[in-house]
């Protein structure tokens, strides 16, 4: 039995780890400009691509290969920012929605014109397979090394926002746009600077998943779901509440999977309905 | 003092005169005009010109049938819903499991029994989700369709899971139209249907009930103020539309004979919307031109072999990339689809003909 709740909480902390480095930028740039991003599936999936190609064809080593990601898709997700997005930020969410649907068909098709449909996996290095023993228990190298990274990155964000000036300037606009802009705050460069970093930590994320999930173009759509339950549930641009969702969500469905096989996904969808008919806004939205 | 005189006549005469235009317009524009045959001329023209496609015909009403309904909550009440798909999956599994599990093989009390399902299950999660707004909502419906789709997998005894239900037998429909090869009567009945289930919703759509949809649409804060029951009003038109939906379902298991846990999928709910959109909404035929260019040019795309840049694409692919940039162009370019944009282009011919 505790093995059993041992192996079910690790199992859900990696999960977790992966939905919050993935979600928090969409939480962040929604909560800011109260844009609904249904492509940010499309820009993790396309990071996962990425440090495919990095590895197979360029050669380079995973820890490279991840860090190259992220800092290109950010850079990338610039363009589509200041081409697309900027248009329509005081456009109705319909609008938006339709935009980023729109966004991810032509990357899901594109993605499969360049790498086939069939999963990929990528060879990752020696010291990241099998498995470590701790205190007569073994975990799988690979979930651990993701852990970490969610725990680093998490203790780097956490820090960025509430103990640096541009975290300040953030969290003032998520509370209030015009206030923040009324001191002098360039809420659209502030914009664009968190839609890069969000953009590459999901690339980031999406390179992490290609070992634990396979990839496949249709992670753009399959994953973005449980994205979008994630920042809902947290609530909008709370990093505190997007962890607490990432990890109430992921080790729930981590769980359910465990008690009852063979009723698959539908544990994740269960709590999340039920968290946001208790609170609409988010556990730390606010309302 | 004349010169008051004068003008005060005349803005008087003016707000009479549109008072008079104003009244006119309500008075009539319910009324049929000659442009709203044409679509259904086009249909049965249709029955004659493409014999050997009715059964591709049928689909592409069918499809017409849904985005209706679509049309109903997004372009009348301004519901934004990601979840569509879910009242049509319960209109398909209606009616194939009354007939493999019930043995009721007959097909027009079929269509009733998935309406009823389906606004059930609207009117349930309508009066729950519909308090909400935004992301929360968009999140809320998409949720309950893959629910949906996951509780079809986990009872797959009973549903067959993401295999489906093929071979479904149907009692031939009036008691005396089988379905035949070409699809023909399978294009005739849902016709029929669509035809039965517009005029309803033309009917709703200019009724009373459908002015203050679109108040709703246009300022909820003033529909509260006013005294109007907004989340009454929302929940009684969801419920509509999903009903009208879990028929288009229906139809769709009758006239294919299966059904897969596919009907539930994002792209479902996904598909319609941009149909809806492509075409142009809160307009009724925007359902028809959406829907019917979509299916079209899938249907033909979707056929191709191509080779882009040395590397082979398949028909699939080539369509999705094709629909993804017909949104984006659409949202930059032509907000209110491709009737609007005929709209616009018959307002610039014809512009001497009012000030």
């Known amino acids: 039995m505790a093995n059993i709740i041992v192996s079910v909480l690790f199992q859900g902390l990696a999960y977790a780890m992966f939905l919050f480095i993935v979600s928090v930028g969409l939480s962040v740039t929604m909560g800011l400009m109260g844009f609904v991003n249904l492509a940010h599936g499309a820009f993790a999936m396309a990071g996962g691509y990425l440090v495919l190609t990095a590895m197979r064809v360029w050669e ?9 990601t992220f800092l290109i898709v950010g850079a990338a997700s610039v363009v589509f920012e200041r081409v697309f997005y900027a248009r329509l930020y005081k456009a109705t969410e319909l609008d938006q929605v339709l935009l980023t649907i729109g966004l991810t068909f032509m990357a899901i098709a594109t993605y499969t014109w360049l790498y086939g449909p069939r999963p990929q996996t990528i060879q990752l290095p020696d010291y990241l397979t099998g498995q470590i023993d701790v205190a007569s228990r073994t975990f799988p ?24 000036n541009i975290g300040a300037k953030i969290r003032a606009a998520v509370d209030n746009r015009r206030m923040a802009q009324s001191i002098g705050i360039d809420v659209d460069r502030l914009f664009t600077l968190t839609f890069a970093v969000g953009s590459g930590l999901a690339a980031l994320g999406g390179g992490l998943a290609i070992e634990l999930f396979g990839l496949t173009p249709s992670f753009a759509v399959l994953y973005l779901v449980f994205f979008l339950l994630v920042v809902a549930c947290g609530g909008l641009g709370s990093l505190k509440g997007t962890l607490a969702a990432a990890l109430l969500l992921g080790i729930c469905d981590t769980a359910g999977k465990y008690i009852y096989a063979s009723a698959g996904g539908f544990f994740i969808y269960a709590v999340a309905i039920l968290i946001l008919l208790i609170k609409p806004a988010g556990l730390y939205g606010r309302d | 003092m004349a010169a008051t005189d004068t003008s005060a006549a005349a803005a008087a005469h003016a707000l009479a005169d549109a008072r008079t235009r104003a009244v006119d317009f309500m008075a009539r524009r319910h009324h049929f005009g000659v442009a709203e045959a044409l679509p259904w001329l086009l249909a049965i023209a249709a029955f004659f010109l493409f014999p050997d496609r009715m059964a591709f015909g049928s ?31 319960l209109g398909a599994y209606t009616a194939a499991l009354l007939t493999l599990r019930g043995g ?56 067959g899971g993401y295999d489906g239900l093929p071979g479904l037998i149907f009692k031939p429909l009036l008691g005396a139209f089988d379905y035949d090869l070409f699809g023909h009567v399978a294009y005739l009945y849902a016709l029929a249907v669509l035809f039965v289930l517009f005029m309803v919703v033309r009917m709703i759509v200019y009724s009373p009930f459908g002015q203050t949809l679109a108040g709703i649409r246009e300022n909820v804060a003033r529909m509260h103020a006013i005294g109007s029951p907004v989340h009454l009003r929302l929940v009684a038109v969801y419920t509509i539309a ?9 139809l769709f298991t009758q006239t294919n004979q299966y059904v897969t846990l596919g009907v539930f999928d994002f792209d479902n709910s996904a598909g319609v919307m941009v149909m809806l959109i492509l075409g142009g909404t809160g307009r009724l035929y925007g359902a028809f031109v959406g829907a019917v260019i979509y299916m079209v040019l899938q249907d033909y795309i979707s056929k191709l072999k191509l080779t882009v840049w040395g590397l082979a694409v398949d028909g699939p692919q080539y369509w999705q990339f094709g629909v993804g940039l017909l949104l984006v162009l659409t949202v930059l370019f032509a907000r209110r689809g491709l009737l609007g944009l005929i709209e616009d282009a018959g307002r610039l011919v014809m512009r001497e003909r009012r000030p």
């Open chain 1, 60 to 68: 380079v080593p995973f820890f490279l290969a991840l860090l190259l």
């Open chain 1, 141 to 164: 190298t690979y979930r651990v090394f993701v852990i970490m990274v969610g725990g680093i990155l998490t203790a780097v964000l956490w820090y960025a926002f509430e103990r640096t």
């Open chain 2, 59 to 89: 689909q592409v009403l069918l499809m017409v049938l849904f985005a209706l309904s679509l049309d109903l909550i997004l372009g009348f009440a301004g519901i934004v819903s990601l979840g569509h798909a879910a009242f049509f999956g």
């Open chain 2, 242 to 250: 999903a009903a009208i939906a879990g028929v288009a379902g229906a």
């Open chain 2, 104 to 159: 009721w093989e007959e097909q027009i009390s079929g269509l009733f029994a998935a309406a009823a399902v389906a606004a059930v299950a609207g009117a349930a999660t309508g009066w729950l989700l519909l308090r909400y707004r935004g992301l929360t909502l968009l999140v809320l419906t998409l949720s309950t369709a893959i629910m949906l789709q996951e509780l079809g997998n986990v009872l797959r005894d009973l549903t």
